[in-house]
């Protein structure tokens, strides 16, 4: 799960993909631009970012406060610390991720999101690993081979 652990991750691949190379590019600084800001607010080391930013999977309460962060500043996460499914709908246009029956990303974000929007907890940082965690197991459980969040 390590290599897509992170919600951003796909949503930079699925951006990046249809996306002409100066879009690649600007979408990309403002990812990287979220995470510096996450970075301060959170009061993570750059290594958290790097880490943060090659996919790794949140284990520190630092890493986790920085990966919700950055999904709460990408509007996936609202101030209720749940999922925002019409704004991950909106963020996930690529159609070249599939499934095991062929299915895409794109087609199946609204199940998935739909079966993850009750997920929450009072900590933010945590509510944010578990949202992406449900996101996961949900893609997992409709025929992706690893969750693509």
């Not at 949140?58 to 610390?81: E, F, I, R, W, Y």
């Amino acid at each position: 799960m390590k290599l897509f652990y992170s919600i951003f991750l796909i949503l930079l691949a699925a951006l990046s993909l249809s996306a002409d190379s100066a879009e690649s590019n600007e979408i990309e600084a403002l990812i990287v631009e979220k995470a510096k800001i996450c970075q301060k607010e959170t009061n993570a080391s750059e290594n958290d970012v790097d880490e943060m930013l090659d996919g790794a999977e949140p284990t520190t309460q630092t890493s986790k406060c920085l990966h919700s962060c950055l999904v709460k500043k990408l509007g996936v996460m609202n101030a209720d610390n749940k999922l925002e499914p019409e704004n991950l709908t909106k963020m996930v246009i690529d159609d070249t991720i599939k499934s095991s029956d062929g299915k895409t990303i794109k087609s199946l974000i609204k199940p998935i999101s739909d079966a993850c929007k009750s997920v929450t907890d009072p900590d933010e940082c945590e509510a944010g690993v578990k949202i992406v965690d449900c996101l996961n197991a949900e893609a997992v459980k409709l025929g992706f081979k690893t969750g693509p969040f």
